[in-house]
């Protein structure tokens, strides 16, 4: 969550963190988890296994209604069925490294949510042999889901040399194009001035900057655009970038295309996606950004917009309703280079259970509970619109459907069914490990830090896909 300081600036909400290790209780207090995980000498990384117990490592949301919407629907699975939930919260980051931790040494959670996982992962995990078939859980709902949900876990196992589904589909995210409206306006322009053409629409906040400029506004720069290799959002922003620019990485068997032309298609959109922060457009710091930094920078009005891969920013103004509906503006994006209409990379948030697992029958049971819609709706929508269904009934109920809502209005218009595309780990898991990497990323860095022309960054990255790719396997 983001709250504003006394010197009117934001910042992102300090978060405790939990080191798991040779300790026996590890207590969550201050970081807003209500439950305490309790251990005994013979427990492993401080995970206890109990009858009628259910581990559920789950990271916590950005905004306290997603938490509380999440402990209610636990509270009442309990009373209903007489188990207990042992709830552990900790942030995305930090959660990933210890799961990762707890399943080398054998004894991971019942259930496992973090929001990036699927993008590095749950491939890998499925690949391997490590998660729980939850096709009991998923397939009595094929009816309800889109057919991206369903094929975002339809994973490949290479023990059984089969796919299956290793996962829940929970809820997705896509980019958002935000801007402030005051600064358009200090600029001289109004919203009705924004270019729907694609090369004007950008050449559009380069001159609004340069405008600001002349007023006085010295720290100002006109694109939030995530660029360093440590942010997850550099790799999705880049993703949606080659796809507007009709670059396919991968062809109809899944392979990853090395020719020229298409390492030539990808170097111009390296070219033209880093060009901003070489001509002075991106904030300086933007190359050692991580994942919240890009939201910091454009609410503390360093940024004049931002692309950003959920709603969390006008999220994290929305108890200040003069400055959600009135002082940012969310918009989409126009249409591609050639004329052609956008689709939204789709990533699909999902809940894994570890084939080790102690309790699996009681976790399917959870997943089943929290899948109904009264159930799911409530905690989604506690997300404040970060994230959105992934059932197109609940993408239908008002709260997502509300033209007074300046912000999940529009972004559920691009959620529509005919205007998205799910990423490309559907068409190669091993492209998870790419993403894991943030080769795009480090490709950035070698063209802004090193100058290397992007041509040769972009031949360096192919060479380090090949590689990583290559290893899937072994």
């Known amino acids: 969550m983001l709250f504003r300081a006394q010197n009117s600036r934001y910042r992102i909400r300090p978060c405790c963190r939990s080191v798991l290790g040779a300790v026996v209780t590890i207590l969550l207090s201050g970081c807003g988890g209500e439950t305490v995980l309790e251990s005994t000498p013979s427990s492993v990384s401080g995970i206890t296994i109990e009858d009628n117990v259910l581990n559920v490592w789950w990271n916590r949301g950005y905004y ?42 054998g004894n991971p959670p019942d259930i496992f949510f973090s929001n990036r996982i699927d993008e590095t992962l749950v491939p890998r995990w499925a690949w391997d042999d490590q998660l729980a078939d939850l096709s009991t859980v998923v397939n009595p709902l094929r009816e309800t889901y889109t057919a991206e949900a369903l094929d975002s876990v339809l ?54 900057q340069d405008r600001l400029r002349a007023k006085g506004y010295a720290d100002l ?31 109809d068997q899944g392979q990853l295309r090395t020719d020229a032309p298409t390492r030539q298609a990808v170097a111009q959109v390296l070219e033209w996606y880093t060009q901003f922060y070489q001509a002075g457009y991106v904030p300086p710091a933007a190359e050692n950004w991580t994942n919240s930094d890009n939201n910091t920078s454009f ?51 999902q809940i894994v259970v570890f084939k080790t697992s102690p309790h699996p029958e009681m976790a399917q049971d959870f997943l089943n509970y929290l899948l109904q819609p009264d159930n799911l709706g409530p905690y989604l929508e506690g997300s404040l619109g970060r994230f959105f269904p992934v059932m197109p009934d609940l993408l239908a109920q008002p709260f997502w459907n509300n033209p007074e809502d300046p912000h999940v209005f529009v972004a559920a218009q691009q959620l529509q069914p005919d205007r998205v595309r799910l990423n490309d780990i559907a068409t190669n ?27 040769a960054a972009t031949d360096e ?12 396997d072994s």
């Open 299 to 349: 609410l503390n009005k360093e940024s004049l917009t931002a692309w950003n891969t959920t709603l969390s920013i006008p999220g994290a103004v929305r108890e200040d309703e003069e400055v959600y509906r009135n002082g940012i503006g969310t918009l989409m994006l126009p249409a591609e280079p050639d004329g052609e209409p956008i689709r939204s990379r789709v990533s699909i948030q």
């Open 429 to 455: 898991p091993a492209y998870s490990l790419v993403q894991a990497e943030n080769i795009w990323g480090r490709a950035m860095e070698r063209v802004i830090v090193d100058k290397l022309s992007a041509q």
């Open 221 to 251: 720069y006109a694109l939030g655009l995530p660029i360093g290799w440590e942010s997850a959002d550099t790799y999705s922003n880049f993703s949606q970038a080659l796809d507007i620019y009709d670059v396919e990485l991968f062809d």
């Open 155 to 208: 994973l490949y196992n290479n023990t059984t040399q089969a796919r299956s589904i290793y996962a829940v589909p929970l809820k997705q995210r896509t980019e958002h194009f935000h801007y402030w409206k005051d600064l358009l306006a200090e600029a001289g322009f109004s919203e009705a001035d924004i270019p729907k053409e694609w090369d004007a629409f950008w050449a559009f906040w380069q001159e609004a």
């Open 64 to 105: 306290d209604q997603e938490d509380e919407a999440l402990n209610a629907i636990i509270a009442q699975w309990e009373a209903e069925t007489g188990y207990r939930v042992n709830l552990y919260n900790n942030p995305e980051e930090d959660l990933v490294r210890e799961v990762e931790a707890v399943l080398e040494e």
């Open 461 to 472: 990255a192919f060479a380090q896909m090949a590689e990583i790719m290559g290893r899937w």
